[in-house]
Structure formats: C-alpha cells, structure tokens
T-cell receptor, first 114, second 109 residues
Framework: DTEVTQTPKHLVMGMTNKKSLKCEQH?????MYWYKQKAKKPPELMFV???????INESVPSRFSPECPNSSLLNLHLHALQPEDSALYLC?????????????FGSGTRLTVV | QKEVEQNSGPLSVPEGAIASLNCTYS??????FFWYRQYSGKSPELIMS????GDKEDGRFTAQLNKASQYVSLLIRDSQPSDSATYLC?????????FGAGTRLTVKP
C-alpha cells in the first residue's frame, strides 16, 4: 500500500466538465508535487508546493489549478480540459523540497478527456 | 540535450543474469540521484538513491555513481521475471526531480 493516496484512480471527463483530483499523505512531508505522465514518457513536473506555498508552476495551462489546503492535502482542479490532457496524473511528496530526499508517489489518477 | 538520458531499451536478460541499466545527466551541479521502478500502468516506486561517487548496494541492487563522467548506473543481480518493468533514472537538481525516459527491462524465465 502506498503512503500517498490519490483519488479517484480513474476519471473520464468531458471538455466542459469541472473535476478535481485529490492527494493525501500522512508522513509529515512538507513538499508535495503534481506530475503528468503520458504513455511511454517520463513524469513531467507541473507544480511544487513547499510548506503549503506554491513554489513552482512549470508554465502549466490555467485549465489546471492546484490547491494545497494544508500540509497533508493537495488538490488539482481541472476545467475545460482538452483530449491531449489525457494522461496519468501523479502526486508525490518528500520530506522537504530542499535536501537529498527521494519522492514517494501515489498510485496516480488515470484521466481520459473525451 | 536532455537533462537526463537513458537507453529506452527494451533490455532483455535471462532469469538469473545481471541486468545493467545506464543513465547520463547534463548538469554537473546535480546533487542526488535516484532509481525508480515503474510497472506498466502503475506509479514509480523508489528503489535506490545515491549521493556520493562509488557503489551503493541494497540486496540485489547496486547503484553506481561517477560524477566526473556524469554517469549513474543500476545493476540488478540474479534478475527475476518480477523485475520486468521500466526503470527511471532521476536527478535532483536545484531542488527539483527530473526524470529520464526510462529503460524497459524484460527478464525472461
């Protein structure tokens, strides 16, 4: 069992829908991340939160909106997505953003935009 | 030039053999290096980390780092069919993790 929990595991949404992806960790980690992974490609960094503050936004389109309500929770709000946004969305956490810490990934949300 | 480069494979080895996976990185300032295993349709799982030049062993896995050559490798001894997966090399640079495209390993019984 992963210590980073993502819900839902699968999501199919239309281009006009609004949905949210959720991520939760109880390891006391202070950095949390959203990655996007297309088939047979490496994970690509989208957002970084460090101590609940948005630290990095890698030029992600505004139809993706992250939120970090507290140190254990991370959401990704989705609106007006395109079919090319279909991918595996991975949440990860680490003890801190600064330092030699590996990441723990959640099991991911497989998103299909129709 | 990609930040982290790996041979995409597929790499096929017989059961019981040693599998050798290689990775190069472009930024000499990179601080820490990781190997993740990703089964098809699943999320990456951290299996090894290495920070200093030399070898680091953990069970059947050995990570090797050569910062002068900007090279990191993973050896899997006594390979098992359950080791069949994509192995992602990751480099921590400026406090953010960047991944290689991964090497697909198949261990044949």
């Amino acid at each position: 069992d992963t210590e980073v929990t993502q819900t839902p595991k699968h999501l199919v949404m239309g281009m006009t829908n609004k949905k949210s992806l959720k991520c939760e960790q109880h390891m006391g980690h202070r950095a949390m991340y959203w990655y996007k992974q297309k088939a047979k490609k490496p994970p690509e960094l989208m957002f970084v939160y460090s101590y609940e503050k948005l630290s990095i936004n890698e030029s992600v389109p505004s139809r993706f909106s992250p939120e970090c309500p507290n140190s254990s929770l991370l959401n990704l709000h989705l609106h007006a997505l395109q079919p090319e946004d279909s991918a595996l969305y991975l949440c990860a956490s680490s003890q801190a953003r600064v330092g030699n810490y590996g990441y723990t990934f959640g099991s991911g949300t497989r998103l299909t935009v129709v | 030039q990609k930040e982290v480069e790996q041979n995409s494979g597929p790499l096929s080895v017989p059961e019981g053999a040693i599998a050798s996976l290689n990775c190069t990185y472009s930024d000499r300032g990179s601080q820490s290096f990781f190997w993740y295993r990703q089964y098809s349709g699943k999320s990456p799982e951290l299996i090894m980390s290495i920070y200093s030049n030399g070898d680091k062993e953990d069970g059947r896995f050995t990570a090797q780092l050569n910062k002068a050559s900007q090279y990191v490798s993973l050896l899997i001894r006594d390979s098992q069919p359950s080791d069949s997966a994509t192995y992602l090399c990751a480099v921590l640079n400026n406090n953010d993790m960047r991944f290689g495209a991964g090497t697909r390993l198949t261990v044949k019984p």
